[in-house]
């Protein structure tokens, strides 16, 4: 289902002025998620359900201000049929770049939409080390998996990672170390407390700039892939 839409944001694609289109729905539970409303049943089934025809009608308003779309949720790839669709509108009826924001667990469906040319480019987030994507209801081995098609097919992707110190730190960094090789572009993210995430009482800590930047000092140590901070 697709339930909302920004009509422009700056930050959201590299280089390009974006539309963002918002999926529910989500088979994560990240404590340090923002987006509740988009994540929980409850609080999907409140929020209006927009249709494609909708999304084209403001894209196509906008094209010529916007150069590019970005796909995010929850979790797009859980919508596949839909999101298949909206993505082949998308592709012949604007000339718009498309971006996929992702968390690598539907690699099957990844693949079908990159060898079918409907994406552009795609951010994908690593959460923590792969020991721990239990502790977020998840599963590395499909992630692994992901990563190893973005990394064969060739496309413009970047991996993210949301700084949170409950689930990243040097140690957890050190054991993803092995799944980065090949990586172009690596954000590390700043998490920002906001008013609601998934599970606001538990203790996720923050980080400061200075220990971001000794994060980034140990990935650039141990990384070829250039190496962001954002949110800072």
Same mark, same amino acid.
């Given at each position: 289902?697709?339930?909302?839409?920004?009509?422009?944001?700056?930050?959201?694609?590299?280089?390009?002025?974006?539309?963002?289109?918002?999926?529910?729905?989500?088979?994560?539970?990240?404590?340090?998620?923002?987006?509740?409303?988009?994540?929980?049943?409850?609080?999907?089934?409140?929020?209006?359900?927009?249709?494609?025809?909708?999304?084209?009608?403001?894209?196509?308003?906008? &094209?010529?201000? %916007?150069?590019? @779309?970005?796909?995010?949720?929850? !979790?797009?790839? #859980?919508?596949?049929? *839909?999101?298949?669709?909206?993505?082949?509108?998308?592709?012949?009826?604007?000339?718009?770049?498309?971006?996929?924001?992702?968390?690598?667990?539907?690699?099957?469906?990844?693949?079908?939409?990159?060898?079918?040319?409907?994406?552009?480019?795609?951010?994908?987030?690593?959460?923590?080390?792969?020991?721990?994507?239990?502790?977020?209801?998840?599963?590395?081995?499909?992630?692994?998996?992901?990563?190893?098609?973005?990394?064969?097919?060739?496309?413009?992707? &970047?991996?993210? %990672?949301?700084? @949170?110190?409950?689930?990243?730190? !040097?140690?957890? #960094?050190?054991?993803? *170390?092995?799944?980065?090789?090949?990586?172009?572009?690596?954000?590390?993210?700043?998490?920002?407390?906001?008013?609601?995430?998934?599970?606001?009482?538990?203790?996720?800590?923050?980080?400061?700039?200075?220990?971001?930047?000794?994060?980034?000092?140990?990935?650039?140590?141990?990384?070829?892939?250039?190496?962001?901070?954002?949110?800072?």
């Amino acid at each position: 289902m697709i339930k909302g839409f920004r009509g422009t944001s700056l930050v959201d694609f590299p280089d390009r002025l974006a539309a963002v289109v918002f999926f529910a729905g989500c088979n994560f539970r990240c404590p340090f998620c923002y987006n509740v409303d988009l994540v929980l049943p409850e609080r999907i089934k409140s929020l209006e359900t927009l249709a494609p025809e909708e999304i084209l009608t403001q894209l196509r308003k906008r &094209e010529g201000f %916007i150069q590019g @779309v970005v796909i995010t949720g929850g !979790e797009p790839t #859980l919508s596949k049929n *839909l999101l298949r669709s909206l993505l082949e509108r998308i592709r012949t009826e604007t000339d718009l770049a498309i971006k996929l924001d992702t968390n690598g667990s539907r690699p099957e469906v990844l693949k079908n939409l990159i060898e079918e040319g409907l994406l552009d480019y795609v951010a994908l987030d690593l959460k923590t080390s792969p020991a721990r994507y239990a502790e977020l209801k998840g599963d590395f081995e499909p992630v692994k998996e992901s990563l190893t098609i973005l990394k064969e097919k060739g496309l413009p992707f &970047e991996i993210r %990672i949301t700084a @949170v110190p409950y689930l990243v730190t !040097e140690r957890d #960094l050190e054991e993803m *170390l092995p799944f980065l090789d090949g990586v172009p572009l690596i954000a590390l993210q700043r998490f920002i407390a906001e008013a609601e995430i998934l599970e606001p009482d538990r203790d996720l800590g923050l980080y400061g700039p200075e220990k971001l930047e000794e994060l980034r000092s140990f990935l650039r140590k141990h990384v070829s892939a250039k190496v962001e901070l954002r949110n800072v």
